[in-house]
């Protein structure tokens, strides 16, 4: 019998849900302050619908996008919960909304400020992708490469990141049949 959506989730059926140990997401609560599920007689955690869906796009940001712990936390801190659990749900929508609106907030009198669209929105990623992270990213490497530079043309980089993300998928599938 499936559960409503709006229905609580042990910590159990979360971490069955989204392919997590249960260790990581008691590790998580204590990384993320913005994860607070309700804890019940004995300690027992119940997660609200909304928990789930940040914890998702904490996933995604760590094990997908190559993003450290730092880097999540400052997205979190810059950009809001919302913003993580679009990127979790793959809601471009809501991502380049969120986007806009920091774009817009942005003070545009002080040039000794560099611009949202100027810069990383927020967050380190471990890898930094060569590709902008949903048109967010700087692209300060973009265009050709002079060859006496001994730099990667941006399609090298792009396709050796892509392998890069690969080899770390296949690593966390093996370190979990170990």
């Known amino acids: 019998m499936d559960k409503s959506p709006d229905a609580f989730r042990t910590i159990s059926e979360v971490a069955d849900d989204l392919d997590l140990p249960q260790h990581v997401l008691r590790f998580w609560e204590t990384r993320f302050t ?5 804890k ?9 619908p909304q928990d789930v869906e940040l914890i998702k796009g904490i996933r995604h940001m760590l094990y997908e996008q190559g993003y450290t712990i730092k880097g999540v936390q400052k997205l979190l801190r810059d950009n809001g919960n ?4 679009a990127v979790g749900n793959g809601d471009l929508a809501a991502i380049e909304a969120i986007a806009q609106r920091k774009k817009a907030e942005a003070p545009l009198t002080s040039a000794a400020q560099p611009r949202l669209d100027d810069e990383m929105l927020v967050g380190e990623p471990k890898v ?3 590709r902008r992270f949903f048109g967010l990213g700087r692209a300060d490497d973009e265009g050709p490469v002079p060859p006496d530079q001994g730099k990667l043309t941006r399609d090298n980089r792009a396709l050796l990141q ?11 599938l093996l370190d979990q049949v170990r």
Do not use: N
């Open 82 to 85: 919302q913003f993580i659990v």
């Open 40 to 48: 019940r007689g004995g300690g027992r955690r119940y997660y609200r």
């Open 128 to 130: 930094k992708p060569s």
């Open 162 to 172: 892509e392998a890069l993300f690969d080899l770390l998928e296949c690593k966390r």
């Open 34 to 38: 913005q994860i607070k599920p309700m």
